[in-house]
């Protein structure tokens, strides 16, 4: 599903006009990038948790020449699927079998 897809599914839903559920999606995007910048995390309960982590810098290999190569220290967004979630995707699984 990509995002004009669950804007669609969103609109007809909800029952709102597909205007008002891409600047919903629009400002969930933001406003959890916002957070997450300013090391902050967003938890929503049963769907799960956005935060940061902090990778340190490590040394790489290039797979096509085997050359060493540095690969600078970061911070990367992280999503931990809550129960409720988890539980919805493992339930359709067994239904679809």
């Avoid at 008002?20 to 300013?38: P, R, W, Y």
């Avoid at 096509?64 to 992280?78: R, S």
Wanted: aromatic fraction near 4%; charge should be positive.
């Amino acid at each position: 599903m990509n995002r004009q897809e669950l804007v669609d599914a969103m609109a007809a839903k909800a029952g709102i006009s597909k205007v008002a559920a891409d600047a919903a999606v629009k400002a969930f995007i933001d406003t959890v990038g916002d957070e997450l910048q300013n090391g902050g995390k967003v938890q929503l309960v049963g769907f799960g948790t956005f935060e940061t982590t902090q990778r340190a810098a490590r040394t790489g290999r290039n797979p096509q020449t085997g050359a060493a190569t540095k690969i600078a220290a970061c911070t990367a967004p992280k999503f931990k699927a809550g129960k409720a979630l988890k539980d919805q995707v493992n339930s359709s699984k067994k239904s679809k079998k």
